[in-house]
């Protein structure tokens, strides 16, 4: 899957945000990137660097929680395989976050949200 809008990052305000390994997560695609950017597409490749938009920047950001993995050639491969990875990792998180009070999951939501990104302070 993909998503590359700032909606598709503004709906995951979640517990748990996973991604297959192979989609792409941004608030813009990298096409549109390098257009605005370089006024010129053919800058996609170094749009979609500069993003860390891939599964694995993701996790690493904190912006994923768990990266799933998919069959050999890509998840449109076999949906069945795809959706029961979906279905086994939702469950185990579900029953992980059932256990947890409303006040602990919304501490630890603020939390997690707060700490993606970077804030600089000073005089502009």
Known sequence: ??????G????????RVM????AYYSVIS???CAAILWKDRA???????????DASELLKLGIVDEILSEPTGGAHRSWDEVASTVEESLS???SKLSKSKSENLISARYEKFRSIGQFVTGSP
């Open 30 to 32: 990298p096409e549109g």
């Open 92 to 94: 185990r998180e579900l």
């Open 43 to 53: 800058f996609s490749s170094d749009a979609a660097e500069a993003l860390k938009l």
């Open 8 to 15: 598709a990052l503004g709906v995951a305000l979640a517990d």
């Open 1 to 6: 899957g993909e998503g590359g809008s700032g």
């Open 19 to 22: 991604i297959l390994e192979n």
